[in-house]
Every structure is written in structure tokens, then in C-alpha cells.
């Protein structure tokens, strides 16, 4: 992961209260983390901060879409992302990171680094299973589809037609003999 001073805000300078911040999130951002399973990102992000005396609250807010390739097809298409993350920053004798909701920073720090909290929650918006609409809906036409379909178990219904060997009824019985 590179550093991005677009992602650093200096808090040092700023008064007391309520400050926003919004970005514009695309493929590049995610280069930055060497991160390349989306085909095509266009994700807006705003981050409120809540400056206090002693802490800062972040509350941040990402929205958009992502062009993914589908788990069960691999054609690409849209997914939509929704996600929220609070963050509070404190101050103390160490950094530490261990919780993610706290941050702490040491004491004369003047500026916080949001680009990784930035790219946990765009990537933890995707679902774990990607699957395109027309696969749910069933208006997707697919090769792959039509040989999942065509490699399909059978229904019990189908089976009948099969002669079965004789032996296996006898093995069938016992079960019913008990």
C-alpha cells in the first residue's frame, strides 16, 4: 500500500465541530492497495469528522457501484455497495489499531490517515457471493448456464426410467425388514 496525501486530512488547524470530506473512489484508489478483483469501481464516499477537545468521530458513508464478475456465470456486471463505518481517534502514548472502531494516535500527531478504512469498508460492502440479477431472475442466457442445467441431478421423477439392478432391491429390503 502507498500513501496518499489526498487521503490525509491535518485536523491540527481545524476548529472545534463538524467538518465534511467527500471523495470520489475508482480503480486507481485500489491500486494503491494492489487489490484488482473489480473490473470498474465508481464509489462515493463523504466522511463526516466531529472534532472535540480530547477525540475525533468519524462517521463514514460509501454508496455506488462496483462491475464484478459473477460467481456462478463470470459475466461481468454492476453490483451495487452500501456501507457505514465509525471510527473514533483518541489520543495516547502509542499508536494502536487493534480496534476498528478506536484509533489511537500518539500524543502531537496532527494529521490521520482514513485511505485504509476508506478501502475495508468498499471492499467489505461486496457480497461474498457474487451472483448477476439475470441469474436470479432467470433472464440471463448463458452458455454456462445452459450446461449447469444440462449436468443437473435429476429430479426422482427422471430416474424411473432407468432399470435398476435387481441386487439393490434386495439390499432396499433390509431396511424395511427391521
Known sequence: MRNNSEYTIPFVGLKQGYHQFEYA???KFF???????????SIQVNVQMEKKPNMLDFRFNASGTVNVNCDVTN???DQAIANELHLVV??????????????????GEFQVEIQQYI???????????????GVVDG???????????ELSPKEDGE??????????????NLLNDK
Open 90 to 107: 483518541k489520543f495516547g502514548e502509542e499508536f494502536n489499531d487493534d480496534d476498528e472502531e478506536l484509533l489511537i494516535l500518539p500524543h
Open 139 to 149: 433472464t440471463l442466457q448463458s452458455d454456462v448456464l445452459d450446461k449447469l442445467e
Open 75 to 77: 459475466e461481468p456486471y
Open 119 to 133: 478501502y475495508e469498508m468498499c471492499v467489505l460492502a461486496v457480497p461474498l457471493k457474487r451472483v448477476h440479477p
Open 31 to 41: 491500486e494503491l492497495f494492489e487489490y484488482d478483483e473489480f473490473i470498474s469501481s
Open 25 to 27: 473512489i475508482d480503480n
Open 159 to 172: 430416474n424411473d426410467q432407468e432399470e435398476i439392478d435387481p441386487r439393490w432391491n434386495k439390499l432396499k
